[in-house]
């Protein structure tokens, strides 16, 4: 039985997502550590009573929980994407993996996305 072409793209499509979350994760990685470090002083004057430190303190918090809200709504909406393709058209051909992938690039879009302006952000504030 011939091999269509999507079957064949396919594996190279799900490498080129896990590829890109690999790469995402490192920069995530990169610019939290470096957004923690910068943070740690500023929020040790929050903790002594500086109005800026606890200012900043109170801007991480609602960041994270926005962060989350907005993350768990990304996924979920990648899901559904993936769901209703398959429940549309459900003779095609179906990667898991790279829906998988393309779930997780989506979720961690918020979180990369604050991490990369707030390094920025501290970085430009010394």
């Not at 995530?28 to 303190?57: C, F, N, V």
């Amino acid at each position: 039985m011939p091999s269509s072409r999507k079957s064949l793209a396919s594996p190279v499509a799900a490498g080129e997502e896990a590829q890109a979350l690999a790469l995402r994760m490192v920069a995530l990685q990169a610019d939290a550590g470096m957004t923690i470090a910068m943070r740690m002083p500023i929020l040790m004057k929050g903790a002594m009573g500086d109005h800026s430190g606890q200012r900043e303190a109170t801007k991480a918090v609602v960041e994270k929980v926005s962060a989350v809200m907005e993350s768990g709504f990304a996924a979920s909406c990648a899901a559904t994407a993936f769901w209703w393709g398959i429940a549309l058209n459900p003779l095609a051909q179906v990667d898991l993996a790279e829906a998988s992938a393309k779930v997780v690039n989506h979720s961690l879009e918020p979180f990369s996305r604050r991490t990369r302006a707030n390094a920025a952000r501290l970085s430009r504030r010394r």
